[in-house]
């Protein structure tokens, strides 16, 4: 099994981070920068950066927050948040993200997937669902930051956007994230059996032994997390050892 | 002291111009033939598919240009996709023919046929030595074991043991993650997207040029 | 220039657009609800000379001119002058379970150790997440409730006569809201009332803010034949037949006197504390099993605010209709004086959503008041102003937005 990704969500509103609960509530939480610069000199592997009112405002202004953040923070950086056009894409690698991850104008229009993935490769793409439960085993797909229900079955349309050239899928609770009261394991369970591109699991995790219950029970391949690093309850040394004690490997 | 890194339209440039302005190079990004042939050092990126990669390429009349960079025997480094177009050819969607610097070809990461092994390969991972030894390449002073960011479905097999400076295992296989010969480095991962250690490897590269 | 256009319900002629937040001049002040008549005259926010209302007035001196310190000091004074050692209810928080409410009894209890009882002046319809709430409030959040539903006939065509007569449906339910503190802290023999947060944060007249004791006009009446529900008074509800004057008991406001006597106090907690909608909404999940809506609320842009009654959306309807803003400026203007969003952002969205007609409900809210679907576009086009409507190529418009898209802008 592959190393453990130890991911930072950053959710991003104008010049600050913010973090909400259950994709709801701007709460302001620091400088997006000064935060990714700290999680990735404490050893954090990847830093995401969702832009969460871009769907408010019908925009998408993280390129010069990406831009600052290439210039000391040598990780993989992948934004998010309103990107809808090709340019969209161009704009955000240029600015030096590796990854956009795309939800809303993918549920829209399925195509724009398989044609980004093509003309930019899979590994740059990155599918963002936002999952909602609503009965047992069954998790509804939403857009526009967990406000707009689709109808759309979650595990169907893991399928469908693996088939399209996702590279990877970033898959957020929405009825777990900000909670910090651990993932919804089930929801991982059945999305990580149906696809073979990685998983990222989002939303929920409170304590390293969180991650250890996921882990330990799905073939997942990273998980992002926020509240957990954001409102500095444990660190990010603690939370690999936490792993490292049950005998998950992560990057040292 | 410049070093250039190849503009054909492709790669995550900007963060591999801040990791070497991080480390102190004078860096820049161009596909004009004498500013590379008078560069110090060269970088080729990329990322995505072989066959796009050489196309483009082509199309900016850069494969002569690199070829006659590397008779000069400065240093030259390809990573991931750049690494992969070093060799002779590639397997994907057909067969497309690369820069032949180095004997070999590149064909789709082996895994096994199981669920648990996924692609593309995206996660850090373990250098370990191949038949070359670090001293006195990128890789002096790096830590065996150490781990590097990797994102690809492809991995080069190049026909020479002694082109191989690193491998990794994925999925049981393990493939060459770094090559060597001469001057002329590939790495399969990302330094300028593997933390500090990453670091070290552009700050090795840039002493070279020095030299 | 022009004719001046009539301007309903005695509002501002000139349509003007807070220069700070995204309210408008039109946005009527609190009324004694029980006194609501057809016709009458509506008070509305103060702007000053520069074009800001009072409540972004407030808010600046909120920030800069409160010791909170100090009021936090007074809040634990008052408190410990009610506060009950032989296990009774020492304080009264009327609330829905919603996340303002939860904040208000939770914080009471479980930080400054007084004893509520939580009473809930019910819903119209509860929705499914209000219902949920409510329940989490008191499993989750460790607290007493006591939920109050009124006759439901009653309720019922008091608010169809509330709609069709005032375009305001929710006003029956209102003077039962302001009653309920007070007339349980009166029953249970309870002394203090606690409120959430002060209406004069909205734009009420600012006096209100520095004392702390509302208006006592709000909730009682010595007359209770006159009091009107949907414009029509008890008196004339009960000639119809169909009731008696026991029926009312829930909205007969207590006498003022008797809780003179009975030295009740009703309080604002947004008066000491610092408050901060948003803040309510973390700590309620944090703490009271609160969970936000899985949709977004239908004519606005969050999900956490006010979602626990189906006619909800239908009271924003109408003051859209009648003062030319719906919930999404009602819900802006108070994240950006809270410094959540900036202006700009704050009329992007009302320009997106404040118009947004809420369909969910809306067959439910019409058998509620029986009303055919006719006569409720009928009451509703009756009662739009000419001041901020304009009928173009048969299609109703505003005649002025905060982002200047209004025909006459």
């Given amino acids: ?252 | ?211 | 220039m022009s004719d001046k256009l009539e301007a309903y319900y005695g509002l501002p002629n000139e349509v003007m657009f807070c220069k700070k937040c995204v309210i408008s001049n039109q946005r009527p002040s609190s009324t004694i609800e029980f006194k609501n008549e057809k016709g009458e005259k509506k008070k509305v926010i103060n702007f000053n000379e520069e074009c800001i209302c009072s409540a972004c007035v407030y808010h600046a001196e909120k920030e800069t001119g409160i010791d909170w310190g100090d009021r936090d000091g007074k809040l634990r004074e008052l408190l410990a002058k009610f506060r009950s050692n032989d296990g009774s209810y020492d304080v009264i928080v009327p609330g829905s379970g919603g996340k303002d409410s939860a904040f208000t009894a939770h914080i009471l209890k479980y930080k400054y150790g007084m004893n509520p009882l939580t009473v809930t002046w019910a819903p119209h319809l509860y929705t499914d997440i209000g219902w949920k709430n409510m329940q989490e409030w008191m499993h989750t959040g460790g607290l007493d409730n006591i939920l109050y539903t009124p006759n439901g006939i009653l309720h019922k065509e008091m608010t169809k006569n509330a709609f069709h007569n005032l375009l305001h449906p929710f006003q029956p339910f209102i003077v039962g809201q302001r009653i309920i503190g007070p007339a349980m802290a009166k029953k249970f023999g309870v002394k203090l009332v606690m409120y959430g947060e002060n209406q004069a944060e909205y734009g009420n007249s600012i006096e209100e803010n520095t004392n702390p004791i509302m208006d006592m006009d709000f909730f009682s009446s010595d007359d209770a034949l006159s009091m009107k529900f949907g414009g029509v008074s008890m008196q004339e509800y009960i000639d119809t037949g169909r009731y008696s004057k026991d029926d009312f008991s829930p909205y007969i406001a207590p006498e003022k006197q008797d809780l003179i006597d009975a030295g009740v106090e009703v309080h604002y907690l947004g008066y000491y504390l610092k408050w901060d909608p948003q803040e309510c909404y973390y700590y309620s999940v944090d703490n009271t099993g609160f969970q936000a809506n899985s949709v977004r609320t239908e004519g606005t842009y969050s999900k956490y605010s006010s979602i626990d009654d189906k006619i909800d959306p239908f009271h924003y309807l109408t003051t859209l209709i009648k003062f030319g803003i719906g919930r999404c400026t009602y819900d802006a203007a108070q994240e950006v004086r809270n410094d959540k969003i900036t202006r700009g952002e704050g009329a992007y969205l009302v320009e997106k959503y404040d118009a947004e007609f809420p369909n969910i409900y809306f067959k439910e809210f019409l058998e509620y008041i029986d009303t055919t679907k006719d006569q409720f576009w009928e009451t509703i086009d009756k009662h739009r102003s000419p001041h901020i409507w304009k009928k173009v190529n048969g299609e109703w418009m505003l005649r002025h937005t905060v982002s200047k898209t209004g025909t006459d802008d």
Avoid at chain 2, 25 to 38: G, H, S, Y
Avoid at chain 2, 87 to 92: D, K, Q, R
Avoid at chain 2, 111 to 138: A, F, R, Y
Wanted: proline fraction near 3%.
């Fill in chain 1, 1 to 252: 099994m592959n190393k453990i990704r130890v991911i930072a969500r950053i959710d991003v509103k104008n010049e600050f981070a913010i973090k909400g609960i259950h994709l709801e509530g701007l709460r302001k939480v620091g400088n997006p920068n000064e935060m990714a610069l700290d999680y990735y000199n404490n050893g954090i592997d990847e830093i995401v950066f969702m832009d969460a009112v871009a769907a408010y405002y019908d925009r998408n202004s993280l390129s010069e927050l990406i831009q600052r953040a290439c210039a000391d923070v040598f990780i993989p950086i992948t934004v998010g948040g309103g990107i809808r056009t090709i340019d969209d894409i161009k704009n955000a690698l240029k600015s030096g993200a590796d990854k956009v991850a795309i939800n809303t104008k993918a549920v829209q229009d399925p195509d724009f997937i398989s044609q980004s993935s093509k003309i930019f490769g899979s590994q740059c793409i990155v599918s963002s669902i936002e999952a909602k439960a609503i009965g047992e085993n069954k998790w509804e797909v939403y857009t526009d930051n967990g406000r707009e229900p689709t109808g759309k079955d979650v595990l169907e349309w893991a399928k469908d956007v693996e088939k399209l050239g996702a590279g990877e899928i970033m898959l957020t609770s929405i009825d777990k994230e900000g909670t910090k009261r651990g993932f919804d394991i089930r929801l991982y369970q059945n999305v990580a059996t149906s696809v073979l591109i990685p998983v990222i699991a989002s939303g929920g995790m409170g304590q390293g032994d969180d991650a250890v219950q996921l882990i330990k029970n799905v073939n997942i391949d990273a998980v992002a997390v926020a509240s957990i690093l954001h409102y500095k309850l444990e660190s990010i040394q603690k939370i690999k050892n936490t792993l490292i004690e049950n005998q998950i490997k992560v990057r040292l």
């Fill in chain 2, 1 to 211: 002291m410049m070093i250039a890194v190849i503009d054909y339209g492709i790669g995550n440039v900007r963060s591999i111009l801040s990791a070497f302005e991080n480390q102190g190079a004078n860096v820049f990004l161009t596909r004009d033939k004498n500013k590379i042939l008078e560069s110090d050092g060269v970088i080729l990126p990329g990322v995505g598919a072989f066959s796009h990669g050489m196309d483009s390429l082509n199309k900016h009349g850069l494969v002569d240009i690199i070829k006659e960079y590397v008779e000069s025997n400065k240093p030259f480094m390809g990573i991931c996709l750049g690494m992969q177009m070093l060799f002779e050819e590639s397997e994907e969607f057909g067969v497309t023919k690369g820069l032949g610097l180095i004997s070999g070809k590149v064909v789709k990461l082996p895994t096994k046929d199981s669920q648990n092994e996924k692609l593309p390969h995206v996660s850090w991972n373990e250098l370990n030595s191949g038949k070359i030894q670090w001293p006195n390449t990128v890789l002096e002073n790096i830590k065996e074991g150490s781990d590097m960011y990797f994102v690809h479905s492809f991995v080069a097999q190049p026909n020479n043991e002694s082109n191989v400076l690193s491998t990794t295992e994925y999925s049981g296989y393990n493939f060459c993650s770094s090559v060597k010969s001469g001057n002329i480095y590939g790495c399969q991962f990302h330094p300028e997207k593997s933390g500090k250690i990453g670091l070290k490897i552009v700050k090795n590269f840039i002493r070279m040029c020095k030299e």
